[in-house]
Protein backbone atom coordinates (compact mmCIF):
# COMPACT_ATOMS: atom_id res chain seq x y z
CA UNK A 1 0.00 0.00 0.00
CA UNK A 2 1.46 3.45 -1.26
CA UNK A 3 1.95 5.87 1.70
CA UNK A 4 3.22 9.56 1.39
CA UNK A 5 3.97 11.27 4.79
CA UNK A 6 4.69 14.79 4.51
CA UNK A 7 6.47 16.79 6.70
CA UNK A 8 8.12 20.14 7.08
CA UNK A 9 5.53 22.40 7.63
CA UNK A 10 5.74 25.68 10.22
CA UNK A 11 5.70 29.29 10.66
CA UNK A 12 7.63 31.51 8.95
CA UNK A 13 8.56 34.89 8.47
CA UNK A 14 7.82 36.53 4.87
CA UNK A 15 11.26 35.81 2.91
CA UNK A 16 11.97 32.89 4.67
CA UNK A 17 12.52 28.98 4.23
CA UNK A 18 10.96 25.98 4.79
CA UNK A 19 12.30 22.60 3.69
CA UNK A 20 8.76 20.25 3.20
CA UNK A 21 9.63 16.14 2.58
CA UNK A 22 7.73 13.79 1.61
CA UNK A 23 8.35 10.14 2.63
CA UNK A 24 7.27 7.10 0.78
CA UNK A 25 6.76 3.87 0.67
CA UNK A 26 4.78 1.00 -0.46
CA UNK A 27 6.39 1.42 -4.85
CA UNK A 28 8.50 1.79 -7.06
CA UNK A 29 9.22 4.96 -6.83
CA UNK A 30 12.31 5.25 -9.07
CA UNK A 31 9.55 4.92 -12.11
CA UNK A 32 6.82 7.31 -10.60
CA UNK A 33 5.96 10.83 -11.03
CA UNK A 34 5.78 13.17 -7.55
CA UNK A 35 3.91 15.89 -7.72
CA UNK A 36 3.59 18.93 -4.42
CA UNK A 37 -0.31 20.54 -4.50
CA UNK A 38 -1.33 23.09 -2.17
CA UNK A 39 -4.18 24.85 -1.04
CA UNK A 40 -4.60 28.24 1.03
CA UNK A 41 -7.84 29.30 2.75
CA UNK A 42 -10.54 29.07 1.09
CA UNK A 43 -9.18 28.41 -2.27
CA UNK A 44 -8.79 25.45 -4.43
CA UNK A 45 -6.10 23.00 -4.79
CA UNK A 46 -3.19 24.32 -7.08
CA UNK A 47 0.06 22.62 -8.68
CA UNK A 48 2.89 23.81 -7.01
CA UNK A 49 5.49 21.62 -8.75
CA UNK A 50 6.48 18.02 -9.78
CA UNK A 51 9.40 15.42 -10.44
CA UNK A 52 9.78 12.70 -12.81
CA UNK A 53 11.90 10.42 -10.61
CA UNK A 54 13.42 8.13 -13.27
CA UNK A 55 15.23 11.38 -14.91
CA UNK A 56 15.18 13.66 -12.15
CA UNK A 57 13.03 16.53 -14.66
CA UNK A 58 11.23 19.04 -13.04
CA UNK A 59 8.30 21.48 -13.87
CA UNK A 60 6.96 24.51 -11.83
CA UNK A 61 4.02 26.54 -11.04
CA UNK A 62 4.81 30.37 -12.33
CA UNK A 63 3.63 31.54 -8.80
CA UNK A 64 7.16 29.68 -7.38
CA UNK A 65 9.80 29.13 -10.39
CA UNK A 66 12.76 30.56 -9.30
CA UNK A 67 12.13 30.08 -5.67
CA UNK A 68 10.87 26.89 -5.06
CA UNK A 69 12.93 23.75 -5.89
CA UNK A 70 12.11 20.35 -5.95
CA UNK A 71 14.60 17.25 -5.38
CA UNK A 72 14.79 13.74 -4.30
CA UNK A 73 17.05 11.15 -2.71
CA UNK A 74 16.99 7.79 -3.45
CA UNK A 75 18.26 5.89 -0.79
CA UNK A 76 15.66 7.38 1.39
CA UNK A 77 12.67 7.53 -1.03
CA UNK A 78 11.87 11.20 -0.10
CA UNK A 79 10.92 13.90 -2.06
CA UNK A 80 11.73 17.41 -1.13
CA UNK A 81 10.17 20.51 -1.78
CA UNK A 82 12.73 23.46 -1.20
CA UNK A 83 11.14 26.77 -0.47
CA UNK A 84 12.90 30.29 -0.60
CA UNK A 85 12.03 33.98 -0.53
CA UNK A 86 8.19 32.56 0.95
CA UNK A 87 5.33 35.18 0.60
CA UNK A 88 2.54 35.30 2.57
CA UNK A 89 0.29 34.08 -0.60
CA UNK A 90 2.37 30.60 -0.28
CA UNK A 91 0.29 29.86 2.84
CA UNK A 92 -1.49 26.78 2.47
CA UNK A 93 -1.48 23.01 3.39
CA UNK A 94 1.13 21.50 1.17
CA UNK A 95 0.82 17.64 -0.59
CA UNK A 96 2.16 15.49 -1.91
CA UNK A 97 1.03 13.08 -4.70
CA UNK A 98 2.47 10.15 -6.83
CA UNK A 99 1.20 8.10 -9.85
CA UNK A 100 2.72 5.73 -12.26
CA UNK A 101 2.65 5.54 -15.99
CA UNK A 102 -0.94 3.53 -17.00
CA UNK A 103 -0.95 3.81 -20.33
CA UNK A 104 -2.35 7.53 -20.45
CA UNK A 105 0.57 10.29 -21.45
CA UNK A 106 0.20 13.15 -18.76
CA UNK A 107 2.03 16.42 -18.13
CA UNK A 108 3.72 16.11 -14.45
CA UNK A 109 1.28 19.45 -13.46
CA UNK A 110 -1.55 17.16 -14.79
CA UNK A 111 -3.22 16.95 -10.96
CA UNK A 112 -4.77 13.40 -11.57
CA UNK A 113 -2.30 11.60 -9.24
CA UNK A 114 -3.05 8.38 -7.60
CA UNK A 115 -2.15 8.61 -3.80
CA UNK A 116 -2.19 11.53 -1.82
CA UNK A 117 -0.79 12.11 1.72
CA UNK A 118 -2.43 14.25 4.56
CA UNK A 119 -0.43 17.32 4.54
CA UNK A 120 1.71 19.48 6.23
CA UNK A 121 0.40 23.20 7.28
CA UNK A 122 3.12 25.80 5.92
CA UNK A 123 2.12 29.65 7.10
CA UNK A 124 4.01 32.70 6.03
CA UNK A 125 3.16 35.69 8.31
CA UNK A 126 3.81 39.18 7.04
Known amino acids: QVQLIESGGGLVQTGGSLRLSCAAS????????MGWFRQGPGKEREFVGA????????VYANSVKGRFTISRDDAKNTVYLQMNSLKPEDTAVYYC???????????????????WGQGTQVTVSS
Open 97 to 115: AARWYDGTVRTLSNPAYDH
Open 51 to 58: IRWSVGGT
Open 26 to 33: GGTFSTSD
